[in-house]
């Protein structure tokens, strides 16, 4: 039997924003005119190729947790601002649970997760640079290491993630702690309430656990799955709920099994938000997604990712 994660890690923010709509221009084929494109036409061009939801069994998230879902209009209303128009930095860490202590990844984990993460976000600058020892000591005398229990707590990261961003004097958009300790939710008291990833958008922290992710021999940043559920958690921060329309990355998950079947792809509604946000060149994001996950060796991954790149480039010509 795997223990089942239980928390229900859905965003409820309700706070309603202005948002200010953005066009892209992309240059059409044989003219200099420039093509706008917004958030809603990106969606309707993709949506042909959304695949549906996967079914679900006991178990599984759906069976246990009730989803509203979130549509594209839904998202604008919780989405605030923060600080991504100062900082587009997402600042990634690893937590050390042996000692407490936040560390630089390691060389071999870095070339493999910064290209996908520039890739999949693209605009957002991601740093893995280690903390000053200016900020270690602040984070050590501010006292919230002591509060950590034998158990490594979701909340308790992600405050500690929060603690970062606060510390640096240009704090970044989201401070994201990765762990090799099971992460557990601390209102849970069952043995087995662990939990894979959790992500709080006001606060700008994450945290994700690649304990349950391991494979024989292989690093954990070349995992399909540990990446499947990092892109979700900083999607989550960026105010994108689970997702109940079609299959992808958003889909919450409950086990392995769900985990590794998880897309790593947005659906159309899902892909529109975050471009309501980045801003990003959507030609550009799924031919580097192919090559990226082409080079990893995720097939169903990149060609779906080529798949999607045609059918954009088909409708431009259109
Ligand atoms: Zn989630
Ligand atoms: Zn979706």
């Not at 209303?77 to 100062?86: E, H, L, S, T, V």
């Not at 970062?164 to 240009?170: C, Y």
């Not at 997604?289 to 995720?298: D, N, P, T, V, Y």
Request: glycine letters at 6%; hydrophobic letters at 35%.
């Amino acid at each position: 039997m795997l223990p089942i994660p239980r928390r229900n890690h859905l965003i409820r923010t309700k706070t309603k924003i202005e948002i200010v709509e953005f066009k892209t221009h992309r240059p059409r084929h044989n003219s200099q005119k420039t093509e706008p494109m917004t958030s809603e036409g990106l969606r309707d061009v993709l949506l042909p190729w959304a695949a549906p939801l996967r079914g679900h069994k006991t178990g599984d998230w759906l069976s246990e947790n009730f989803e509203e879902g979130q549509s594209l209009t839904e998202f604008r209303a919780a989405w605030k601002p923060r600080d991504i128009d100062r900082s587009q930095r997402i600042q990634i860490f690893r937590y050390d649970n042996s000692d407490q202590r936040l560390k630089p990844l390691s060389d071999p984990a870095i070339p493999p997760l910064s290209e996908i993460l520039r890739a999949y976000f693209p605009r957002v600058e991601f740093v893995f640079t280690a903390l000053s020892d200016q900020q270690q000591c602040a984070l050590v005398s501010s006292g919230i290491e002591k509060e950590n229990g034998r158990r490594l707590g979701c909340d308790f990261l992600v405050n500690l993630a929060s603690k970062v961003r606060k510390l640096s004097p240009e704090p970044p958009f989201a401070v994201t702690l990765l762990t090799e300790t099971d992460l557990h939710d601390e209102t849970d008291s069952s043995a087995d309430g662990w939990v894979f990833g959790y992500s709080e958008p006001n606060k700008g922290g994450i945290c994700v656990s690649w304990e349950r992710c391991k494979r024989d021999g292989e690093d954990f940043s070349r995992s399909r799955c540990f990446v499947s559920l990092l892109l979700h958690e900083i999607c989550h921060v960026f105010y994108i709920k689970h997702c109940v329309s079609f299959d992808c990355l958003m889909n919450g998950v409950n086990s392995e099994e769900e985990l590794a079947a998880q897309s790593l792809h947005l659906c159309p509604e899902c892909h529109a938000k975050l471009f309501d946000i980045l801003r990003f060149d959507p030609f550009d994001r799924f031919a580097s997604l192919r090559k990226i996950f082409g080079g990893m060796a995720w097939k169903r991954d990149g060609s779906l990712a080529a798949n999607l790149l045609a059918r954009l480039k088909e409708a431009n010509t259109n």
